[in-house]
């Protein structure tokens, strides 16, 4: 198994792309450490993974020592740290017309500033065991849509920081650090966002093939294997990389409403 006794902190695990991740982890031979916000929710997926190699620490991130704890019991718990997941984000739309400072400055707590804290915290632990952090960002970190302004401008400040510390902390302490950027991804929160803006439950199903080429959006399963690969020692000292995991060609941008101006838009390419 790629990641046998390899203990693992993984927040925002009680849902969606975390929970994927999370029960791939257990699956390759890992231990880790769940944080998250709904109890209920964590307690089943530790009965389902097995006390043995889940424990639950249900804080929000923005708590003072929230990253500490979970380190605290990482330790506790199984004795080390091997990597650090940071999945955990808020996601909500706000444009330059409805976005204030106060819900900006809360966007860059969750999104930036808590992994920030969390690599910190973690950082004297994964230096023993020469250990990586893997940052979940998005595509929207390059661009992103006009109603997720304060989200994206989040995403961005993170893939800097992967780069700059992937760079930094291996040099310093033979620690990678990485970031895989999803796309669209069907995952609890986006199912319930949809079903609120008044779409049906099979919303996914018939989507313009310029969003969807293959004829479908991707599944959580499908980030979580993509982790595996920076998770385990198999990408060697490899670090500082951000990795987009997306299938139409607009990383990160809203595609013009008119897509017969595609064609020019692609030729146009880097230019934009």
Known sequence: MRL???????TGGCTGIGKAIVHRCVAEGA????????????????????????VLHIEDLTNEGCQQRLVDLA??????????VNNAALIAAGNIHTTDS??????????????????????????????????IGSVNAYCGEPDLLPYSVSKGALMTMTRNLGDTLMQEHGVRVNQINPGWTLTDAEQKRKLEEGLGEEWYADLPEVFAPSGRILWPKEIAAAAMYWLDDECGPIS??????????????????????????????ASD
Request: charged share 20%; glycine share 8%.
């Open 4 to 10: 046998q006794d390899k203990v693992i902190i993984v």
């Open 31 to 54: 231990s880790v450490v769940i944080n998250g916000l709904q109890q209920d929710l964590g307690d089943h997926l530790v009965s389902e993974l097995g006390a043995e190699n889940a």
């Open 75 to 84: 330790i506790q718990r199984f004795g080390k740290i091997n990597a650090v």
């Open 240 to 269: 500082g990389q951000v990795v987009d995991l997306e299938q139409h060609p607009f990383i990160g941008r809203n595609p013009p409403k008119d897509t017969s101006t595609i064609p020019e838009i692609q030729a146009r390419g």
């Open 102 to 135: 106060d819900f900006f400055r809360k966007m860059l707590e969750i999104n930036t500033l808590a992994p920030f804290r969390l690599i910190k915290a973690a950082l004297p632990q994964l230096r023993l065991t020469r250990g990586c952090v893997l940052n």
